[in-house]
């Protein structure tokens, strides 16, 4: 009953919020142009013309290909790096300056680096996922590996607990937290990213469509692009988190 209140309450938190950002849009369009503040109704036709248009609606899976490759590299490299710099302090010594150069450097200046490398098409956006994503999950992994209690450790080792074994029971729910968090956090910058890198190197894909809607002046082209971005992160979200995160709790426990 308890948790039925609270979900109540937060559902409630994010309709006052979500009536906020209407209310101020809808203030905008009676003090701006059109071209500067569209209207809702113009933006939601853009959207509705987005989803019933093949060739534009074929764009949202081809950023959607170029995140989920990124994503894929980015997540099971940092995973492996983690774990090594978690379980062996010369390692994390070698690697930790090499992945703050990658997490402080500008993504833009990736980008620039990318564009030399690889071109203007899709391989620019999935490299710059790539190096945002592996920082972060890599530093949260470690983190995780290094605060797994020394008390289960020892446990199986008394028990003998073989290394795939101990790796299932204790490692791995022990740093499966640190590992959600981070994969949050990458999942949400990743559409970001992967977005903004279409638009400085590829004329496809969300990314392209919005740099089109700026080239042609269509600020609601822009917003409904973007708004769409925002519906797929928290869409990829739910699933990631119903499907792949949805045994978390009793990972442990599981035989």
Same mark, same amino acid.
């Given at each position: 009953?308890? /948790?039925?209140?609270?979900?109540?309450?937060d /559902?409630?938190?994010?309709?006052?919020?979500?009536?906020?950002?209407?209310?101020? *849009?809808?203030?905008?369009?009676?003090?701006?142009?059109?071209?500067?503040?569209? $209207?809702?109704?113009?933006?939601?036709?853009?959207?509705?013309?987005?989803?019933?248009?093949?060739?534009?609606?074929?764009?949202?899976?081809?950023?959607?290909?170029?995140?989920?490759?990124?994503?894929?590299?980015?997540?099971?490299?940092?995973?492996?790096?983690?774990?090594?710099?978690?379980?062996?302090?010369?390692?994390?010594? #070698?690697?930790?300056?090499?992945?703050?150069?990658?997490?402080?450097?500008?993504?833009? /200046? *990736?980008?620039?680096?990318?564009l030399? *490398?690889?071109?203007? =098409?899709?391989?620019?956006?999935?490299?710059?996922?790539?190096?945002?994503?592996?920082?972060?999950i890599?530093?949260n992994?470690c +983190?995780?590996?290094?605060?797994?209690?020394? =008390?289960?450790?020892?446990?199986?080792?008394?028990?003998?607990?073989?290394?795939?074994?101990?790796?299932?029971?204790?490692?791995?729910?022990?740093?499966?937290?640190?590992?959600?968090?981070?994969?949050?956090? +990458?999942?949400?910058?990743?559409?970001?990213?992967?977005?903004?890198?279409? #638009?400085?190197? $590829?004329?496809?894909?969300?990314?392209?469509?919005?740099?089109?809607?700026?080239? =042609?002046?269509?600020?609601? /082209?822009?917003? +409904? *692009?973007?708004?769409?971005?925002?519906?797929?992160?928290?869409?990829?979200?739910?699933?990631?988190?119903?499907?792949?995160?949805?045994?978390?709790?009793?990972?442990? +426990?599981?035989?």
């Open positions: 009953m308890k /948790s039925k209140g609270l979900l109540t309450k /559902s409630g938190y994010k309709l006052l919020s979500f009536l906020m950002v209407i209310s101020l *849009w809808k203030v905008l369009t009676l003090h701006f142009s059109p071209l500067i503040v569209p $209207t809702m109704g113009s933006v939601l036709a853009e959207i509705h013309k987005i989803l019933t248009s093949p060739d534009l609606y074929a764009m949202i899976p081809l950023t959607a290909g170029r995140l989920l490759a990124g994503l894929s590299l980015g997540v099971s490299l940092g995973l492996v790096l983690g774990i090594l710099m978690g379980n062996f302090p010369q390692v994390k010594g #070698v690697l930790s300056p090499l992945i703050g150069i990658m997490q402080t450097v500008p993504p833009v /200046s *990736w980008v620039v680096l990318a030399v *490398w690889f071109g203007f =098409n899709g391989k620019p956006a999935v490299f710059i996922v790539i190096i945002s994503t592996l920082p972060v890599t530093i992994v +983190a995780g590996f290094r605060r797994i209690d020394k =008390n289960l450790l020892e446990m199986a080792s008394l028990y003998r607990f073989s290394k795939v074994k101990r790796l299932r029971h204790v490692i791995l729910p022990s740093i499966l937290p640190y590992f959600k968090s981070a994969f949050q956090i +990458a999942l949400g910058s990743g559409w970001k990213i992967a977005v903004m890198a279409e #638009v400085l190197t $590829t004329s496809d894909g969300i990314g392209g469509m919005i740099k089109l809607g700026r080239l =042609n002046v269509e600020p609601e /082209s822009i917003i +409904a *692009w973007s708004i769409l971005v925002v519906l797929l992160f928290y869409l990829s979200d739910f699933l990631i988190g119903k499907f792949l995160f949805r045994k978390e709790k009793n990972y442990a +426990a599981t035989p």
